[in-house]
């Protein structure tokens, strides 16, 4: 059940932004630290451990590596952020030095070719599969030539450093088996971290906006219950001097247009009050106002909408009052979305109760949830679409971004999400019962959600300003 964005706003979210992830101070701070490293390896292998290594191209090829941060560092500011193309291509550097200096000291006999995963690394968890792919493939090629071609290291007895054949493939597998499983981990795991980033994003866009409906029905509600008493008296005085001036017809013609335009204000107060209210008696509400008030925006988009609200067993038959949370609102709202989007002529919703756990099931007579995408319902971001597509929605192929920002906010308020099919979605559409489709289940404890006996039945206290 994959549903659009609630909001254009959540466009931002829909953006792999790969692009400018990396901020070019950052790749000179790990240059610095591998400078470091190789200039005191190419010492300590030179002085103390009595190796014969070509110190001037060593050198030379560290001072490349200087010499492209010091000009790095002058012409570009300490917050300039690299596109992929320019990450790639300072990373590609990067290893073409390594692997330079690899090839004057013994190729894969060097413990320290193991440092080629670093770039191919690197680029996984912040450049796209295609830069990714080319430098893994770089890599490759790099370690396949220094296996065969590379300046042997020798002792100073003149004695060649040279590991076994067998050791020189072994070592070769094991860095490619490297590159290609570190850098798919660290892509993945980038990848879902940043996903789960954004549909965190999209789920607080969404509560705020929410909320701000909320907050603004609280204003307006407020506004009407100030001007009521002063609208009915302008009303009653327009009214008794309309009486009074029965023979002056173009003053009681003021009159009269007094008295229209304060119903007319009346009216509008009342139409906007109906977006929603935020004072004290509008915070809870029975359980079947609250579903309702969820539904209603589409409960008119020619899908039947049918409710069902009852206790379990023998349970009390009066609704239990419920706090009127608006991420319970919204919550329930994506959910009925997806099931009209999906519907093929009708939804239903039941509502049941216990003493300890509140119940709503929403199920439509749609092709149902396919079994293959059973496990990673309420995931973000799906690859493919966990519906079958909506007759109502041609064409429609949502990231999963609904479901999620409904599990999400649903669990922020104390409940269990289950999804399932109400029946099996290999049977035919002949084989199928009315409720055939898929079926949402969402559970609360009464102790999260549900007023107790004596808030629900005491008294509010005083109305309180409204925070903006």
Not at 114 to 128: H, M
Not at 368 to 373: A, E, K
Not at 417 to 442: I, M, Y
């Amino acid at each position: 059940m994959a549903s659009a964005s609630p909001d254009v706003g959540l466009d931002l979210v829909r953006l792999d932004a790969r692009s400018e992830w990396v901020r070019l101070r950052t790749l000179l701070v790990l240059r610095w630290l591998a400078i470091l490293g190789q200039t005191l390896t190419v010492v300590v292998a030179s002085l103390y451990l009595g190796l014969r290594v070509e110190l001037g191209l060593c050198f030379l090829a560290i001072g490349a590596s200087v010499v492209s941060n010091l000009i790095a560092m002058t012409i570009f500011p300490e917050n300039q952020r690299l596109s992929d193309r320019d990450a790639m291509l300072t990373l590609l550097f990067d290893l073409s030095q390594l692997s330079f200096l690899l090839f004057l000291t013994g190729g894969l006999n060097n413990p320290f070719a193991l440092l080629i995963l670093a770039p191919v690394t690197i680029s996984a968890t912040a450049l796209t599969v295609r830069s990714t792919t080319v430098l893994g493939c770089l890599a490759v090629a790099m370690i396949s030539v220094l296996a065969v071609y590379h300046v042997p290291l020798v002792s100073q007895t003149g004695e060649v450093l040279q590991l076994p054949d067998l050791f020189i493939f072994g070592f070769w597998i094991s860095i490619t088996i490297g590159i290609v499983f570190l850098s798919a981990y660290a892509h993945r795991i980038t990848s879902e971290t940043h996903s789960m980033s954004q549909a965190l994003l999209a789920t607080q866009m969404a509560l705020a906006r929410e909320q701000k409906l909320t907050d603004l029905g609280g204003v307006v509600a407020a506004a009407a219950h100030e001007l009521g008493t002063p609208l009915a008296t302008i009303k009653l005085v327009s009214t008794e001097l309309l009486e009074e001036l029965e023979d002056q017809p173009e003053l009681a013609e003021d009159a009269r247009l007094i008295r229209q335009q304060a119903d007319r204000c009346r009216d509008i107060l009342r139409s906007m009050g109906r977006v929603g209210k935020d004072d004290l008696h509008m915070r809870s509400a029975p359980f079947g106002a609250v579903v309702r008030e969820a539904a209603e925006p589409h409960a008119d988009r020619g899908i039947a909408v049918l409710y069902d609200f009852g206790p379990e067993g023998d349970e009390d038959d009066s609704q239990p009052t419920i706090w009127r949370k608006p991420e319970v609102i919204h919550g329930l709202r994506n959910l009925v979305q997806n099931a009209v989007d999906f519907a093929g002529t009708r939804i239903w919703i039941d509502g049941s109760w216990t003493a300890s756990e509140i119940r709503v099931r929403i199920t439509d007579d749609g092709p149902g949830f396919p079994p293959d995408l059973m496990g990673r319902l309420g995931d973000p971001f799906l690859s493919r679409r966990a519906r079958a597509q909506s007759p109502a929605r041609p064409g429609y192929e949502g990231m999963g971004l609904g479901l999620f920002i409904a599990k999400t906010l649903l669990e922020r308020s104390g409940a269990r999400v289950r999804f399932l099919n109400a029946s099996d979605p290999f049977l035919s559409a002949e084989d199928k019962t009315d409720r055939g489709g898929a079926a949402v289940e969402v559970v609360w404890p009464q102790s999260t959600i549900g007023l107790q006996a004596d808030e629900a039945s005491g008294p509010l206290g005083e109305n309180r300003p409204i925070t903006v």
